[in-house]
């Protein structure tokens, strides 16, 4: 009897054409963290305060200072308040300089940005003092997105494969990351970047089948980490074009338009032959291997491949299966909460990148570096360890930095970045442990539909992180606090199963997974 694994050894566990398969699922995914938490950069705070023309009318002759001393209060440090002005009179400019002016209100005509800094969300659309939560919330949304695009495209590339939605989704992403430089008001932004997030999210949890399942068993953890060594790297380049162009709608551009050169994948980009096996379209996955087979110098044998026909099928599965199956429901739900804890931590600390004391772009270029070694350093992890106590002990430490972050005075802003750097490295790791432990145990017909799950809870978690953020105006501990919590997620992962060295499992008949 010839298992697929058998065929994929035939032609090759890892040779030339799924190291260039690898490749073009990976070039994607250096623009993917622009596209989650490049807006940080586009709202780095800047000095503000009430726009106070009112004055003009009865003293056109004021010199800026003195307009700004008799129409604005100063805080108890003696700066300009930024949010606060005094209430317009009807009264004359002698009367004014006379009496002052004692009643306070909120900004009513618009804010004043001193600086001469390019254009940024900030300053265009004015998310400052009681607009400032609309930068988390929309963060949030653009989380919503992600979630949306797990529940589509999940089951979407189960029943119409994973090549098709990849390219719809590359479509998707470049399109809306162009359009959102060229919008007028932040409402239609919101919903551009929402929209943009699905195709994001589809790109993410397409890619991870297409490196599972052609390459062979001991080589999984190669294929998905290499390609997110490519998240790393843009990591880096979010951290090189947020410092040299300020402008938003320039970075937005420049962050989004190089996915259009991505056009060629739909002539290069194959489809994941493991998939059309189960789907019955043994001509098509017959093409596909013997192709890969000549790309890597090798013949599978005919007899083979008239195999293939008669023995590989399986019997398709439904996403039902993982609620009703004992094995199934409690991987996944297990998963399922690797995958939120996964997400709070990394989101948090990524978001957070204006809340550590150092300098922003300082910060995340030293956010990036780290995660290139993260993302390396767990393909012998996971080698040597296997699965298990590797996704359990990462989560753990993710959250114990975040944990000890919380006792850290806010003054020793270098030891704050340097936990938030180990968490993230932690987190970094840990969240790419989760995509290949998820890829491995899942079976082949509903593989995508339980990875999706799993980025839906993810998502969720994503969502929460920048609200999150927001209660540190209550008291600075509590978003680390809550990133803390991922601790209980690195212990749950101690029940999983172990499948290092194990095949992949194709339907949902049995628990064929080794516990070790």
């Not at 949010?83 to 306070?104: F, G, H, Q, R």
């Not at 060295?501 to 628990?511: R, Y």
Request: proline share 5%; with cysteine; charged share 15%.
């Amino acid at each position: 009897m010839v298992e697929f694994g058998d065929l994929i050894r035939a032609a090759r566990e890892f040779g030339l054409y799924q190291k260039l398969v690898v490749l073009w699922i990976s070039l994607p995914l250096l623009l993917i963290p622009f596209q989650m938490v490049g807006q940080v950069f586009m709202v780095v705070d800047v000095p503000h305060y009430c726009n106070t023309d009112w004055i003009r009318a009865v003293g056109p002759n004021l010199t800026e200072e003195e307009q700004l001393n008799l129409t604005l209060p100063r805080d108890a440090n003696g700066d300009y308040e930024q949010c606060i002005m005094y209430s317009p009179v009807d009264w004359d400019l002698n009367s004014i300089v006379a009496y002052s002016l004692n009643a306070t209100e909120k900004c009513s005509n618009g804010w004043v940005y001193p600086t001469a800094e390019q254009p940024s969300l900030l300053t265009e659309f004015d998310l400052v003092c009681d607009r400032k939560d609309l930068s988390g919330i929309s963060q949030s949304i653009y989380m919503v997105g992600l979630l949306i695009g797990a529940i589509i495209f999940g089951p979407l590339s189960d029943r119409i494969g994973r090549r098709p939605v990849l390219l719809i989704c590359l479509l998707g992403q470049s399109l809306f990351g162009v359009a959102i430089a060229f919008l007028p008001n932040f409402t239609l932004y919101i919903i551009f970047r929402c929209i943009m997030a699905t195709a994001a999210s589809g790109i993410l949890i397409t890619t991870l089948p297409l490196a599972t399942e052609w390459v062979g068993v001991s080589y999984r953890p190669t294929a998905v980490l290499v390609s997110h060594c490519f998240l790393a790297a843009g990591q880096l380049v979010l951290a090189g074009l947020s410092y040299g162009i300020r402008n938003w709608r320039l970075l937005q551009i420049a962050g989004s338009a190089p996915v259009f050169a991505l056009f060629f994948y739909y002539w290069v980009l194959p489809e994941s032959a493991r998939w059309l096996v189960t789907k019955g379209k043994i001509e098509e996955a017959k093409k596909y291997l013997k192709k890969a087979a000549s790309i890597n110098k090798r013949t599978i044998p005919p007899e083979m491949l008239d195999q293939l026909k008669c023995e590989t099928q399986t019997k398709p599965g439904s996403i039902l299966d993982l609620l009703r199956k004992k094995h199934l429901l409690r991987m996944t739900l297990i998963m399922m909460c690797a995958w939120f804890m996964d997400s709070l931590v990394y989101y948090g600390l990524s978001l957070n990148v204006t809340g550590f004391g150092l300098d922003i772009y300082l910060t995340q270029f030293a956010f990036g570096v780290v995660e290139l070694p993260a993302r390396i350093c767990c393909i012998y992890l996971l080698q040597w360890f296997g699965r298990k106590k590797v996704q359990a002990v990462l989560l753990l430490l993710a959250g114990l930095m975040c944990l000890i972050i919380v006792g850290i005075p806010e003054d020793q802003a270098v030891a704050i970045t340097v936990l938030a750097v180990i968490g993230k490295f932690a987190a970094c790791a840990s969240f790419s442990t989760s995509y290949i432990y998820s890829a491995e145990l899942f079976p082949t017909v509903i593989r995508q539909s339980g990875v999706g799950l799993c980025s839906m809870a993810a998502r969720m978690a994503g969502i929460i992180a920048p609200l999150i953020l927001i209660l540190e105006q209550y008291h600075s501990a509590i978003p680390m606090a809550v990133y803390g919590s991922a601790t209980a997620g690195g212990l749950l992962c101690f029940l999983l199963p172990e499948t290092r060295g194990v095949e992949l499992p194709d339907d949902t008949v049995t628990d064929n997974h080794q516990r070790k």
